[in-house]
């Protein structure tokens, strides 16, 4: 990326007002800007769209989406934004959702920035099939692209976008971490009498639970210190349990969704991240937060991780969905030491260098700035 000159730069953040866009919840994207509120150098505002925790009126759900359409138009003009940042996922409700708000922050006339967090391949083939006169229509003008993975923008590339396409990072609120001795943590992990795996994630199917807990299972009878804390909560969680306990699977621990002190805590006192998903991950935010902790993480080529991550370097990858083979990873950091150590240490300087908070901001304000002075 060029610099861009000082006299250009402080003459650009004079004048840009930036709006984000984002979901509400416990999800990637709300968790993302979380982690950057604070840190913005340029005067930011936030609007948040979909579901609300508390949905406070009677109406359909329909006319609730045109008051959020009308009260962002409103916010737009009587605010004098310059730019919107939109985050959608490629599901196809997000899909419309946003796509509507694209339309209408190009009606008048702002700077339109649009960062694909999530991508299901089931909304891709259907895009691709169908709609794809649709996707052009809704996105075809906008300013400028964020993805998290390779793969996505090769398929934006395939579906002839023009436009500038950057690439960027889940990322770790570093305040998080103050007091967090890699060091120290080693050493009580090594020492644990219990070896924990952790599966730390909304409980869905396609997250990989299943197949975590029956990787644990399967070493539970040889290495009976080796215990799963499942961390999250969702849809499947209740199945899962059930069926823990219709095949009587033990040593694993439900704690239910978990943030602050009580996620650090169990980082803390985890070993090991499991996470086999399957889902139309961007790049996973518990695989990121892991190996800022210093964790060895077994998973799947999925989103921007099949971009990064090496095997023997920052855990164990495979495209397998076999239970068997996650045990098989599981229990080579568990027998061997060193190469436990040299993963952890590794994965902690990784995640320094690379998934920072404040080093995202910086970067999403060149893109403003780059979007803004084209």
């Known amino acids: 990326m060029s610099v861009m000159p000082n006299e ?60 959020d ?67 052009k229509s809704f996105f075809g003008k906008i300013d400028t692209f964020i993805v998290l993975s ?47 795996i952790l599966f730390l994630s909304r409980i869905i199917r396609e997250k990989g639970i299943y197949e975590a ?17 499942v961390a999250g909560d969702g849809d499947e969680l209740e199945s899962v349990k059930s069926f823990v306990r219709n095949r009587g699977i033990s040593n694993i621990t439900f704690v239910g969704y978990v943030r602050g002190e009580d996620k650090r805590r169990i980082f803390e006192n985890s070993q090991v991240l499991c996470f086999p998903t399957s889902h139309g991950e961007g790049l996973p ?18 989103g921007g991780l099949a971009d990064f991550f090496e095997n023997g370097k920052h855990g164990f990858i495979s495209d397998s969905l076999e239970p068997e083979i996650f045990a098989n990873f599981i229990e080579k950091l568990f027998l061997d030491r060193k190469l436990y150590e040299g993963i952890s240490l590794y994965n902690y300087q990784y995640a320094q260098s690379h998934f920072l908070a404040s080093d995202a901001v910086s970067r999403l304000e060149r893109i403003y700035r780059t979007v803004l002075s084209s």
């Open 8 to 67: 250009i730069k402080n003459q650009l953040d004079g004048y840009m007002r930036v709006l984000i866009t984002h979901p509400e919840g416990k999800g990637g994207v709300s968790n993302y800007y979380r982690k950057l509120r604070g840190k913005f150098t340029v005067p930011v505002q936030y609007f948040v769209v979909g579901r609300r925790r508390i949905e406070r009126s009677l109406l359909p759900r329909p006319l609730q989406m045109l008051g």
């Open 69 to 135: 359409y009308w009260r962002f138009v409103r916010l737009i003009r009587k605010n004098s934004i310059d730019l919107v940042h939109l985050n959608p996922s490629l599901d196809f409700k997000s899909f419309i959702r946003d796509g509507i708000f694209a339309l209408l922050a190009r009606a008048n006339k702002k700077k339109i920035v649009v960062f694909f967090h999530g991508w299901k391949k089931s909304c891709e083939v259907r895009i691709e099939r169908y709609f794809l006169w649709l996707f």
């Open 150 to 196: 390779n793969e996505v923008k090769e398929t934006l590339e395939k579906w002839c976008v023009v436009q500038p396409i950057y690439k960027e990072v889940t990322v770790i609120n570093e305040d998080e971490f103050v007091g967090f001795d890699i060091q120290n943590a080693l050493k009580k992990r090594q020492g644990s009498e219990k070896y924990r």
């Open 213 to 229: 807990v029956q990787a644990v299972s399967f070493l539970q009878a040889k290495y009976p210190v080796i215990e799963l804390l």
């Open 285 to 302: 935010v518990s695989v990121v937060e892991a190996m800022a902790y210093g964790l060895p993480v077994v998973t799947r080529p999925v």
